[in-house]
């Protein structure tokens, strides 16, 4: 059997250097200028991630859903730390929280405006990710849990979930809602809300395990 595999290997690679895979003539055609026309967006980037490959974003945001919960399940059976590192010294909690400040306005224009620049959910979550990281460094965290649970963090992130998968699905099954004009903040047609609901998820997700490797382990 293994002369077998042998001899495909040496099959497949004398097939890439003699025979040249075909490729289409596109010499007439703009990807790009193709997308933005489909999706009624100025970034293309963002016009594939939630439209033309919207099928795989849809999965990477369940993904990152059970990723979240992996990760409570794992430590729930954990003794939590009794220390929490945090920054003690005056200097280094007011440039984190400056830094948290400027992190958090750039996740807010990243998420408002994605699809007209560089930008998107993904990076818009990641951003506001950071200054809720930054925050919980300077902070208590008693304080951080009390405010997730009061303004029901954890439920606002289920709910950012279930939103994008349904507003996914109408536009999978080729529901297309309005355009807008093209380089105006409502254009797109739903690609800015599903730009801001993956932000809003990314950012509370990122939320819950800072708070559960805090508990447990007393440090980020």
Known sequence: MKWVYIASGIALFVKFLIFPNPAADLSDISIVESVVKDTG?????????????????????????????????????????????????????????????IAALVGIE?????????????????????????????????????????????????????TFIVLAVITLVGVEFPHGELGALASGGVIPLLNILVAVKVALGSWAVILVFIHYRGLL
Request: charged letters at 10%.
């Open 110 to 162: 990243l998420a408002i405006r994605g699809h007209l620049s560089p930008g998107g959910g993904f990076a818009a979550g990641v951003a506001a990710g950071t200054a809720i990281g930054l925050v919980a460094i300077t902070s208590s965290s008693q304080w951080m849990q009390a405010v997730y649970q009061r303004w029901h963090a954890a439920t606002w992130e289920k709910v950012s979930v279930l």
């Open 41 to 101: 967006v100025s970034n293309a980037v963002s016009g594939i991630i939630f439209r033309n490959r919207l099928y795989d974003t849809v999965f990477e945001v369940v993904v990152f859903s059970i990723a979240i919960m992996g990760a409570k399940f794992l430590l729930a059976d954990e003794k939590p730390f009794c220390t929490i590192y945090q920054f003690t010294d005056q200097p280094s909690i007011v440039l984190a929280r400056l830094g948290a400040t």
